[in-house]
């Protein structure tokens, strides 16, 4: 047994001793697989040679991006055909840099691969005229949402939305090694003199595979590589090459009624699941939206009236969106109008979403689109007679008209009180969480306001009033008042500790009288001259 366990110690140390830490240094390219309900990211290391993935600790701090210049220390193996840096600590990564010495170019002409592939069996996805009226398509679509200004080119053929090339590969059709297809298609490519090496972006359109059910893949920025499988739409494409933009996933934000967030769930954006437009966050981020020659936008925190024309219209001068930076935070809200033009995808009309601006033309954390709260698990468009919320603020959106292909803003500031003793607790269909000794709650503005007793946290709307629109077409808000406190004197000093019970405590008084009693040490103390009537409940 002792011999055993001297070797098994041997081998420890032997094993142990041939997986040393290595340290590598590169550049940082996510992988993005896009399945028709959510998505896979794979994080590797580009050190100019060839890709290592990372695997970062449990919990890890570090959130890598595109881009970034790093040097990482872990222990390396070989999982099949893939390389993969096991990295145990945090400490063991640092960012040499947060984004690369360039950034991605989102504006003129982009140069543009796009790799039809024939299989070993003779099998591709398109005949060349059907691939060249995809990039025509992808190149219109990009086209328009940067009102012209980045648009899709060749090398060979600077006239085409980009250099369609149809190469043969020496690997039979459904298989998915994404490595092996593009490597063999650039060699390929090359070798029928195309300069592989200077096209900003490389798109691989491949026949239908099982790939675990992928539709679209996406890896890095400058350049960036994106494979389509077997789907070529505006759905599919246009979204892989808005991620070869920087740009993340568009989701809608978690709601009572509408259930959680899934990965794509704005489906007003392309970058959801869906053909939809490019948001105007990510627009101003891309430098579509507020730079020379693109359309202005609005940019405030004080009240006003801002006349804004469709997000998806053609410029006419006039401004895009509403952009409002939200008090102590890096995020800001953004009021667009869109109409039913070409890809609106079925979604029209007043939408509220929030953003950060991230690193301008790199990494953009997606955007999020708000529920108006005016019809519950239904309605996100923000429509004439609304009023959206930016509580703790005291600001309201609302909209005063929608004509001609433009819509007029209202941004304005509830009061900072009803009244004597009446304290703001939320705006229009936010939620009220009343003070402990809070008793009544007034819903309304412009002195004309309804009342409801309250005892507990509530929806600021005329749904929980029950007695109609005070003041409609008018933001409104709701505010609390507290009790009075009762304090009635008695010829001497008598201590009451209440204890409830069944009948509960009763002492008469001329006059109903509310008085909150929270316990603590000592007990209350109660002076009364006369009888008073307490209701402990």
């Known amino acids: 047994m002792k011999h055993l ?10 094993i142990g001793a041939a997986a040393p830490k290595t340290q590598h240094e590169g550049k940082v390219k996510v992988y993005v697989y896009d399945y028709p309900t959510h998505a896979v990211e794979k994080t590797v290391l580009d ?73 070993s069996d003779g099998k ?36 085409s939305p980009g250099d369609v090339i149809p190469v043969k590969i020496a690997l039979a059709s459904g298989g998915c090694e994404i490595g092996v297809i593009s490597d063999q298609a650039k060699t390929a490519a090359q070798a029928a003199g195309y300069p592989i090496n200077e096209y900003r972006g490389s798109i691989y ?27 070529p739409t505006i759905r599919v494409t246009a979204h892989e090459n808005g991620h070869g933009l920087g740009l993340s996933h568009a989701k809608r934000e978690d709601c009572p009624g509408c259930g959680a967030a899934g990965e794509y769930s704005d489906h007003t954006d392309i970058m959801a699941n869906s053909a939809g437009i490019v948001g105007a966050g990510e627009r101003f981020h891309l430098g579509w939206l507020d730079r020379t020659g693109v359309p202005p936008i609005v940019v405030t925190t004080q009240p006003g009236t801002f006349t804004i024309s469709a ?39 007043i939408y509220v979403h929030s953003g950060s601006d991230g690193v301008p033309g790199f990494t953009f954390l997606s955007s999020t689109l708000l529920h108006t709260w005016v019809n519950l698990g239904s309605d996100w468009t923000l429509d004439i007679g609304d ?43 936010g939620q009220c969480t009343p003070p402990v000794n809070a008793t009544q709650a007034a819903f309304g503005a412009n002195n004309s306001f309804v009342y409801k007793n309250i005892n507990q946290s509530f929806i600021c709307n005329q749904d929980t009033f029950q007695q109609g629109d005070p003041v409609p077409n008018v933001p409104k808000a709701c505010y609390t008042k507290s009790g009075p406190v ?11 500790s209440i204890q409830g019970g069944t009948p509960p405590p009763v002492i008469k008084a001329p006059n109903a009288v509310t008085i909150s009693i929270n316990g603590g040490t000592p007990p209350p103390v109660i002076k009364a001259p006369n009888p008073v009537l307490i209701t402990v409940k």
């Open 486 to 496: 009762v304090v009635v004197k008695a010829p001497n000093p008598v201590i009451i």
């Open 47 to 119: 050190d100019g040679k060839q890709e290592i993935e990372l695997r970062l600790p449990k919990g890890s701090k570090h959130e890598l991006s595109n881009e970034q210049k790093i040097k990482v220390k872990g222990v390396r193996k070989k999982e099949q055909a893939t390389e993969v840096l096991e990295i145990n600590s945090d400490a063991d990564v640092e960012i040499v840099s947060q984004v690369g010495d360039q950034l991605p170019n989102s504006s003129g002409p982009q140069k543009i691969a796009w790799f039809l592939v024939t299989y």
């Open 387 to 429: 009023v959206f919320s930016d509580y703790p603020n005291a600001r309201f959106f609302s909209v005063a008209s929608i004509a001609n292909g433009e819509a007029v803003i209202r941004v304005t500031v509830a009061p900072p009180t009803l009244g004597e003793g009446w304290t703001l607790c939320a705006l229009a269909n």
């Open 311 to 349: 997000l998806d219209a053609p410029p006419d001068g006039k401004p895009k969106a509403v952009k409002i930076l939200r008090s102590g935070t890096t995020t800001y809200w953004w009021i667009t109008l869109r109409t039913c033009t070409q890809y609106h995808n079925g979604y029209c009309g």
């Open 124 to 159: 591709s996805l398109m005949s060349v005229e059907a691939a060249k009226a995809h990039a025509a398509e992808i190149n219109n679509y990009f086209l328009q949402q940067s009102y012209g200004s980045m648009w899709y080119v060749g090398i060979k053929d600077p006239k």
């Open 5 to 14: 366990l001297v070797l098994f110690s041997l081998l420890v140390f032997i």
């Open 205 to 231: 359109l491949m026949v239908p595979s099982p790939c675990g059910g992928w539709s679209g893949l996406s890896g890095g920025t400058l350049p960036f590589a994106n494979w389509i499988n077997g789907q």
